[in-house]
């Protein structure tokens, strides 16, 4: 998708942005949070890069889902990093203190690295020019522009470009610590490779009331540091066990729509609940039940990344789930999930997942948090053969038109560059040693008595590693007979 030099542009994007509403670029609240445009200037292997996030204009919902490609190093967990600073500053300037620390920045050695020539070798060497990270979106319902900068020669990153993204975000902050204010506020997350098993330092318990809404501010708390924090999850998981005790046996709607999400994306999923004999979270998948730690690592992980998106939406916007109901009969997902809106970032979307789920974890996150923006890698081309040519932006090259009817064999050569995907890597090398064998038995028949010692120990060798192949062997030791079996060697001359 490389449209110009220094920009990744996906073709749909333009269009998208170009057909909107009026009232979606001035301010909209179904916009609240999201990230059009990345511009990176000097930041890790990126001198100068666009990239463009559209916005669905087929969809009445705010969500949308965008999957980086592209071969290892072309920068798809640097973007993602890129957008986390990008998304730090809903954490710049925050109402709780425990918040502080939550936020990401830009890093002095985070710049670019150049290959400069010092006497008999090269060494790398810092871009003599700023770093910055320059985003374009919604924040809170206004189309706006905000970036930090590293310049040249300083220490202190500079955030005078998120001014008036900041006044917005602090203002939103105060408006909700009213009473009676329900404000609209965004869930952002980060989840990396190894979201569900990074160690992770012990938090500060937040002193919370039991009506939930002073600690809504707990939604923000380490989520850009790419984990998932398991001890949190059990811990939500058990609190909303004990209410349930204390509600004669019901669960708390807050609950239900946590349990409702993770339903509709982890495949045969039935139920959840809280074990104090195991002191475990206990899910029930395809009529079996298992404490969390039984679960193989595909649902484990697919399980604590949906079940934390969700608890933290119930956590950041509590107003949106009454204590009567969840949804209504037009719309029966619970509300706080179809209009709590964000941006969540996924390294490695397909990280242990059966390719089965692969094909399905896409729509599904889609169905689930529909006012989401998504933004995540992956190496499947199971994941890419579920996409609309809207959703895929190839780091390498231009997507092509409607992955989804391509075959997986042709995904992986034309867009992921497998040579043969169709077999494995040591049927191709047999191929290769056969070929080889039968050029040089041809050699060696046209070669002089003296030469064939030589011949046959090259013949000898080319076919050794494939021992364990009868058939195989049987073929070429066929084929020498026919070749070579009359002649004979030099070492068979002399006895």
Request: charged fraction near 25%; include cysteine; glycine fraction near 6%.
């Amino acid at each position: 998708m490389l449209n110009r030099p220094g920009s990744v542009v996906n073709s749909f994007a333009t269009q998208a942005l170009k057909f909107l509403p009026n009232n979606q670029q001035q301010k909209n609240p179904e916009n609240n949070m999201r990230i059009d445009r990345l511009e990176l200037r000097n930041f890790k292997k990126f001198e100068k890069q666009i990239f463009e996030f559209p916005r669905s204009i087929e969809s009445s919902e705010s969500g949308s889902f965008h999957v980086l490609i592209g071969a290892n190093g072309t920068g798809k967990t640097s973007i993602l990093d890129a957008l986390a600073i990008a998304l730090g500053v809903w954490l710049e300037k925050v109402p709780d203190s425990l918040l502080a620390n939550s936020h990401r920045r830009l890093k002095a050695d985070q710049k670019r690295l150049i290959q400069v020539e010092g006497g008999d070798r090269i060494q790398p060497q810092q871009a003599a020019d700023d770093m910055s990270i320059q985003a374009n979106g919604s924040i809170l319902g206004n189309d706006l522009t905000w970036s930090q900068e590293l310049p040249v020669g300083k220490r202190n990153v500079s955030n005078v470009g998120s001014k008036e993204a900041r006044k917005l975000i602090w203002n939103a902050y105060q408006n909700s610590q009213e009473k009676g204010n329900n404000v609209l506020l965004p869930v952002i997350a980060y989840y990396g490779a190894g979201r569900a098993w990074l160690p992770h330092n012990k938090r500060t318990e937040y002193k919370a009331k039991s009506n939930g809404k002073s600690n809504r501010w707990e939604a923000f708390y380490d989520c850009l540091n790419e984990r998932i924090r398991m001890s949190d999850l059990g811990s939500w998981f058990r609190k909303e066990a004990v209410a349930r005790t204390n509600r004669n046996g019901t669960y708390r709607p807050g609950f239900d729509a946590v349990l409702q999400a993770v339903l509709k994306v982890v495949p045969d999923s039935e139920s959840i609940h809280y074990d104090d004999d195991f002191e475990e979270i206990m899910i029930t998948i395809d009529g079996n039940t298992q404490p969390f730690s039984n679960l193989s690592a595909g649902q484990q992980s697919l399980f604590a990344l949906v079940a934390d998106i969700a608890v933290k939406m119930v956590t950041q916007n509590n107003f949106l789930v009454p204590a009567d109901q969840l949804g209504d009969e037009d719309q029966p997902l619970a509300r706080v999930l179809t209009r709590t809106p964000g941006v969540v970032l996924i390294d490695e979307l397909d990280v242990h997942l059966h390719p089965k789920w692969q094909q399905s974890v896409v729509d599904s996150l889609c169905e689930a948090f529909p006012s989401i923006q998504f933004i995540v890698t992956t190496h499947s081309a199971f994941v890419i053969q579920s996409l609309d040519e809207s959703q895929l932006i190839n780091l390498e090259g231009q997507p092509v038109p409607n992955p989804g009817n391509l075959s997986v064999e042709t995904i992986a050569k034309g867009l992921m560059g497998v040579e043969r995907p169709d077999v494995g890597k040591r049927y191709r090398q047999a191929v290769e040693a056969a070929k080889h064998y039968l050029i040089t038995l041809d050699e060696a028949a046209k070669a002089p008595d003296e030469m064939l010692d030589s011949y046959e120990k090259q013949l000898a060798e080319a076919i050794e590693p494939y021992a364990d192949n009868p058939a195989f062997q049987a073929f070429l030791e066929l084929k020498h007979a026919m070749k070579l079996g009359g002649r004979k060697t030099a070492s068979e001359g002399n006895d």
